[in-house]
């Protein structure tokens, strides 16, 4: 049996674990320059107000206080997935993260599926304080259907264990064709076209229709609607392609020197990423972008591509082929506001490609990042960075309602008094 642990509403519940004010109350997260709505409290959603939702449209509602609006807080919310992470690898085996705020994890049969279901939600929020939805079915995508189910319906306590035909039955019946993992908004539409809104009448079409109008993925997807698996679970193998960083500025920049700077810090946070998963890069692509909500200004999008002269994880190296490749596309006379850094050709430390007419890296050259990053870890993030970081920092984007670091940043540790 497969389960899936779903964060609710994560990045308010991260916010309201160390606010309890906002317990109750309608919150939204924004996006990169307080720009858009990126996750909401239910009472947000109660609201009306909907996922990707520009700030400005519900600035009266904030204005009222009727709403909290916060900016977003991604080192904050990294680090509480990965306590959440560490709860669930404490109590099952097979555990695959699929994104910041849900996991699949691997349920051996004969266990009693509720009661653990039940267990692990118990164990995180007791020592996260985070609310987590868990679904558990014979197969990944039956799992995803569990989990939508277990938010929706209170009565289950955040568990949907779907463990025999009639569960199944009754669970696609409650679903809407949209929310069926894996398939998009091109056949959503192409199902309904055909009379088929939900996912059981998707699992009854007949295998041939299926595998002739969406191909070998829609037919995976049907199969294991069916209650056959189709899709393992993936808890080591390494199949990114590309590390990407990028930001919108918070003001536009026009000079090359203003530029570096984030450039440089891009380029750094991609390595730092490259050796969190010892994994190396062989390209390095850096792009730059006009502001194209301003269309009275002259308008550009550049890019360029890089090969490195070996592959590798170093800071020095990266941001170096990152900086060269934006001085050789930079134009003046353009206002740009979004640029980013995208290291691609990735692969396992174990399986660095050689190059045998370049410089080899050096062991202490992984030495000193491992000591970069070690201080990093243990004495808060940015402790050690390159110093063309820190030329410029208008590109920063603005973060005005931005709650503290409290777990990663020792001066942002909240203080309790007791007189």
């Known amino acids: 049996m497969f389960g899936l642990i779903d964060c609710n509403n994560f990045y308010a ?7 309890p004010k906002l317990m109750g109350q309608a919150v939204v997260v924004l996006s990169n320059n307080d720009g858009c709505v990126i996750a909401r409290s239910p009472a947000a959603k109660a609201l009306g107000i909907k996922m990707g939702v520009p700030a400005f449209q519900i600035k009266n509602l904030i204005d009222a206080g009727r709403v909290v609006a916060l900016s977003s807080n991604y080192t904050l919310y990294g680090d509480m997935s990965a306590r959440v992470m560490k709860v669930l690898a404490s109590m099952v085996d097979g555990v695959e993260i699929y994104s910041i705020d849900e996991a699949f994890f691997h349920i051996p049969d004969g266990v009693d599926y509720t009661a653990l279901g039940r267990r692990i939600a118990v164990a995180v929020m007791r020592s996260t304080g985070i609310p987590v939805s868990i ?9 995803k259907v569990a989990n939508h189910i277990a938010k929706k319906y209170p009565g289950l306590k955040r568990v949907c264990v779907i463990d025999n035909d009639d569960k199944r039955v009754r669970a696609l019946k409650l679903t809407p064709i949209d929310d069926v993992w894996g398939i998009g908004r091109r056949y959503t539409a192409q199902l309904r076209s055909m009379g088929v809104d939900g996912a059981w009448a998707f699992s009854q079409l007949p295998r041939t229709v299926v595998r002739r109008r969406m191909t070998v993925g829609g037919e995976r997807t049907w199969s294991e609607l069916n209650g056959v698996s189709c899709i393992d679970l993936d808890t080591g193998h390494v199949d990114k392609q590309q590390i990407c960083t990028s930001r919108s500025f918070g003001e536009m920049l026009g000079k090359l020197e203003q530029i570096q700077a984030p450039i440089t810090t891009f380029a750094a946070r991609c390595a730092e990423k490259l050796r969190s998963g010892r994994l190396v890069a062989g390209t390095v692509m850096v792009f730059l972008y006009s502001n194209r909500f301003r269309p009275e200004l002259p308008q ?7 090969a490195l002269p070996y592959a590798s994880n170093d800071t020095r190296v990266i941001v170096a082929a990152a900086l060269g490749a934006l001085r050789s596309i930079y134009r003046s006379g353009y206002q740009y506001k979004k640029a980013g850094v995208i290291v691609g050709d990735i692969s396992t430390m174990a399986r660095r490609p050689v190059n045998l007419f370049a410089h080899a890296p050096d062991a202490l050259d992984d030495n000193l990042m491992a000591a970069i990053d070690a201080i990093n870890k243990r004495f808060g993030k940015n402790t050690v960075r390159l110093t063309a970081e820190l030329v410029d920092q208008k590109w920063q984007p603005a973060h005005h309602k931005r709650s503290p670091n409290y777990t990663t940043d020792i001066d942002d540790i909240i203080e309790i008094w007791c007189k």
């Not at 079915?137 to 039956?142: C, G, R, V």
């Open 300 to 306: 550009v999008a550049l890019h360029r591509v890089v």
């Open 13 to 19: 519940s991260c916010e309201a674990v160390f606010n």
């Open 135 to 143: 679904g558990i079915a014979p197969t990944k995508t039956l799992a």
